[in-house]
T-cell receptor, first 114, second 114 residues
Framework: ETGVTQSPTHLIKTRGQQVTLRCSSQSGHNTVSWYQQALGQGPQFIFQ???????GRGNFPPRFSGLQFPNYSSELNVNALELDDSALYLCASSPRGGVYTEAFFGQGTRLTVV | AQTVTQSQPEMSVQEAETVTLSCTYD???????LFWYKQPPSRQMILVIR??????QNATENRFSVNFQKAAKSFSLKISDSQLGDAAMYFCAYRETSGSRLTFGEGTQLTVNP
């Protein structure tokens, strides 16, 4: 167990709807990253939050947005869902600073868009 | 942009035997980190081993070791004395020294035969 928890574990949504995924980071970790993992592929970086501000973004459209709260937990919001958004969404937390920061992953949320 | 390539979609090994998973990457940076992550059916990414590019010595963690060839931009994982519990998807990942963003390869599905 890494101490990173994600909710819900599974979710089914209809195309065009909006979804919110949640991540509780490991204690003491102030950086949260989100990844999208399509079936049979490696995770793709969506964005990262540090101290409640977006701090790096991958090649994802603006309908993917996020929040980080003062307790460093985070949300991933996806608007206007498309069928291709069906994937496993992984959250990773890490401490900021120092020579080396290891990312700890949650178990992911499996999103199915129908 | 950095890229990570895993050319072996699937590998299999007999229990107690040794297997090597391949990974190549592309970067213009001189200092960075490389990782191997394991993703079992539970979906949670588990760090197996990490390598700092400035260290010439290959990293070792119990039965897991790497062959890091910086000039060739190659980073292979060797699993010795394979166990049934080693069966999983294995991802090679790259990270710059600044920031927490990970770039993953496509993964290698490892099967361990009894």
């Amino acid at each position: 167990e890494t101490g990173v928890t994600q909710s819900p574990t599974h979710l089914i949504k209809t195309r065009g709807q909006q979804v919110t995924l949640r991540c509780s980071s490991q204690s003491g970790h102030n950086t949260v990253s989100w990844y999208q993992q399509a079936l049979g592929q490696g995770p793709q970086f969506i964005f990262q939050y540090y101290r409640e501000e977006e701090n790096g973004r991958g090649n994802f459209p603006p309908r993917f947005s996020g929040l980080q709260f003062p307790n460093y937990s985070s949300e991933l919001n996806v608007n206007a869902l498309e069928l291709d958004d069906s994937a496993l969404y992984l959250c990773a937390s890490s401490p900021r600073g120092g020579v080396y920061t290891e990312a700890f992953f949650g178990q992911g949320t499996r999103l199915t868009v129908v | 942009a950095q890229t990570v390539t895993q050319s072996q979609p699937e590998m299999s090994v007999q229990e107690a035997e040794t297997v090597t998973l391949s990974c190549t990457y592309d970067t213009s940076e001189s200092d960075y980190y490389l990782f191997w992550y394991k993703q079992p059916p539970s979906r949670q990414m588990i760090l197996v081993i990490r390598q700092e590019a400035y260290k010439q010595q290959n990293a070792t963690e119990n039965r897991f070791s790497v062959n890091f060839q910086k000039a060739a931009k190659s980073f292979s994982l060797k699993i010795s004395d394979s166990q049934l519990g080693d069966a999983a998807m294995y991802f090679c990942a790259y990270r710059e020294t600044s920031g927490s963003r990970l770039t993953f390869g496509e993964g290698t599905q490892l099967t361990v035969n009894p």
